[in-house]
């Protein structure tokens, strides 16, 4: 069964610039999660979706953040324009029972 | 507002040594709570995880230990090995007619020394 994939692994942008990453959960997961992971720390749910809807985005800039998830399949995750305390790793998730399953993230990181 | 609280920050153990590993959460919806296990540069992999409705689950060298009334439950690694030197997530997540979000602890990393 193939996992969650994630692109890119590695960004490095400046401050201001737009950013966008991809995920493609496993097929029939329903429930699709972007969480933000600052180096150190716990992961931090952005938000999070049953098929194309949002269930919970209650943690998301949405000044500078937005996501979707097209056909109830891939999501997107952009951020724009990007800030300094941006910079961490981005992971998507997946679900369709108790487990979930992540991808290995995108690094990002903003100078 | 930090749902699940994770102790210690770290920990280092002797190989062949025991690490445990303490959360406490407060949201009693809680219903279903998983270890993951980190190595750097990859994403969380589910070690291990437990219902409200049993005290105790084990595979392997790992075993969760859970206590519904103080809302506390804990990460054994029994006999570690310096393979098993990781971050270690608990995290809590609630059924409402679909999964909700899961809530992390903040993470504890462990160093198993040969």
């Known amino acids: 069964e193939a996992g969650v994939a994630q692109s890119p692994r590695y960004k490095i942008i400046e401050k201001r610039q737009s950013v966008a990453f991809w995920c493609n959960p496993i097929?029939?997961?329903?429930?699709l999660y972007w969480y933000q992971q600052i180096l150190g720390q716990g992961p931090k749910l952005l938000i999070q979706?049953?098929?194309?809807?949002?269930?919970?985005d209650s943690q998301l800039p949405k000044d500078r953040f937005s996501a979707e998830r097209l056909k109830g399949v891939d999501s997107t995750l952009k951020i724009q324009p990007a800030k300094l305390e941006d910079s961490a790793v981005y992971l998507c998730a997946s679900r369709m029972s108790a487990e979930a399953f992540f991808g290995q993230g995108t690094r990002l990181t903003v100078v | 507002q930090q749902q699940v609280k994770q102790s210690p920050q770290s920990l280092i153990v002797q190989k062949g040594g025991i690490s445990i590993i303490n959360c406490a959460y407060e949201?009693?919806?809680?219903?279903?709570f998983p270890w993951y296990q980190q190595f750097p540069g990859k994403g969380p992999a589910l070690l291990i995880a437990i219902r409200p409705d049993v005290s105790e689950k084990k595979e392997g060298r790992f075993t969760i230990s859970f206590n519904k009334s103080a809302k506390q439950f804990s990460l054994h690694i029994m006999d570690s090995q310096p393979g098993d030197s990781a971050t270690y997530f608990c995290a809590a997540s609630s059924w409402g007619g679909s999964w909700g979000k899961l809530q992390f602890g903040a993470g504890t990393q462990v160093v198993v020394t040969p």
């Open positions: 097929s029939g997961h329903a429930t």
């Open positions: 979706f049953q098929n194309n809807g949002v269930v919970d």
């Open positions: 949201n009693t919806a809680f219903d279903y």
